[in-house]
């Protein structure tokens, strides 16, 4: 068996790497998002697909087994998307069943 002292930093090394792999996992999607974007281009279809997202969310709150919450789920899908949109420079949109923030204008 493995001391404390052993387990903790393997620990740590396996969360170091889970990371890298979201990393990764993230450019991935990118690139492959860009992909789309340009054959969207082509096509003459618009970027966004909100029944196209709303599957999305769907099928991966069906596939979600936890500990992951359905809310936390949300959250992250919804930031994910923004980031998409941000990073590749498309149109921001508000998460499904959220309403977007009022923004008082200054007087």
Known sequence: MTGPEERFAALRDEIAANDRALVEGVNKRLQLVTELWRLKEEL????LDPERE?????ELQRSNTGPLSPEGLDELIGALLELTKRELGGPATPAPDRPRSKRTRPA
């Not at 003459?44 to 970027?47: E, H, N, P, Y």
């Not at 709303?54 to 769907?58: A, C, F, P």
Request: glycine share 12%; aromatic share 0%.
């Open 44 to 47: 003459g279809t618009a970027r």
């Open 54 to 58: 709303r599957r999305l969310r769907e």
